[in-house]
Nanobody, 114 residues
Framework: QEQPVESGGGSVQTGGSLILSCRARRGCGVYWFRQSEGIQREWVSAMNPRGDETHAASVEGRFSLSKDSDKDTVYLQMNNLKPEDTGMYYC????????????WGQGTQVTVSS
């Protein structure tokens, strides 16, 4: 099973925006996690296979999710970025059995400078 593939990371200043992409497998939902140096990996956002989205309180109102089903890709739109949003962002698929196998991507780095 091919693992999900993240892209779109980069460096921005405080208040900037980025869009991350997660190319997943057909019919799978997606979790986004992030991990900063010395900090435990934390959940950021999720979109289930039905398309319902949820977000951590720390990003609510700033981050949003969308999906292109034809491309099996989920997008994480990140606005009004803060230095504390800095970290490696990982995509993890969820849903049916085929979504749970080899479910973690390699990550994409986001750096927000003040």
């Amino acid at each position: 099973q091919e693992q999900p593939v993240e892209s779109g990371g980069g460096s921005v200043q405080t208040g900037g925006s980025l869009i991350l992409s997660c190319r997943a497998r057909r019919g799978c939902g997606v979790y986004w996690f992030r991990q900063s140096e010395g900090i435990q990996r934390e959940w950021v956002s999720a979109m289930n296979p039905r398309g319902d989205e949820t977000h951590a309180a720390s990003v609510e109102g700033r981050f949003s999710l969308s999906k292109d089903s034809d491309k099996d890709t989920v997008y994480l739109q990140m606005n009004n970025l803060k230095p504390e949003d800095t970290g490696m962002y990982y995509c993890k698929t969820m849903g049916s059995d085929h979504c749970e196998r080899n479910s973690w991507g390699q990550g994409t780095q986001v750096t927000v400078s003040s």
